[in-house]
């Protein structure tokens, strides 16, 4: 039974694999300068199976109190730089190989202080339907900060240790187990040797009995 359950999880986790799920990430924000930099934008579909084509647009801005300035566009499998900041420093990484795009991500080379600022990603959208066609326009704000380096979070040093507290859980846990269950074993091998022994003598008396028996016959 187990391994046919086993069987039926596999298959269906192969089939939702097969389908080729979208799900929406939320971007790292903190860069480190001088080393690269995904800016992570994911836009599902919410009906997967209507067919669709998208463009990507990206802005820049120094902060909320700047104006947005258009500086990458990735459409029909083409990449634009229209920003000279950023010339020779993003390269697309996000849907390859089609036009409907759903990962709009784009990669920042050598990450500069200048970089710090706000960055939106722009899907334009249009769906296919048999009698018409529907254009929808979804966006993602990040909050990106360039930092000397990489620091770490309390929530995520939090984490690391939770993690490692319950790995020595798990061992202690084992070993406790494992302790249990070979007392357990060795008090039922003792009590079945208990049961045996007087059966034990009485086949060995019967034995000399009839040892004996056979001596006085002779």
């Not at 902060?63 to 947005?68: G, T």
């Amino acid at each position: 039974m187990s391994h046919l359950l086993l069987t039926l999880a596999l298959l269906a986790l192969q089939a939702c694999l097969c389908r080729g799920a979208c799900v929406e990430v939320d971007s790292n924000t903190e860069a480190v300068e001088k080393k690269g930099f995904k800016l992570g934008c994911i836009s599902c579909k919410k009906r997967g199976e209507v067919p669709a084509s998208a463009f990507v647009d990206w802005y820049f801005s120094y902060s909320v109190d700047h104006n947005f300035t258009h500086v990458y566009r990735y459409q029909n499998k083409e990449a634009n730089i229209t920003d000279e900041r950023f010339f020779e420093r993003l390269i697309w990484n996000g849907s390859n190989n089609t036009n409907d795009l759903q990962d709009g991500s784009i990669f920042i080379l050598n990450v500069t202080f200048n970089d710090t600022g706000l960055y939106r990603c722009i899907f334009s959208r249009t769906l296919m339907y048999p009698a018409y066609e529907f254009s929808t326009f979804p966006n993602k704000t990040i909050d990106m900060k360039v930092v000397p380096e990489l620091t770490r979070g309390w929530a995520s040093i939090l984490s690391e240790v939770m993690m490692y507290v319950s790995l020595i859980g798990l061992q202690v846990w084992l070993v406790i187990e494992m302790i249990y269950c070979y007392r357990k074993i060795s008090v039922a091998g003792e009590e079945a040797l208990r049961e045996s022994a007087p059966e034990y003598l009485a086949i060995a008396s019967e034995s000399k009995d009839n040892c004996a028996a056979v001596q006085v016959a002779e």
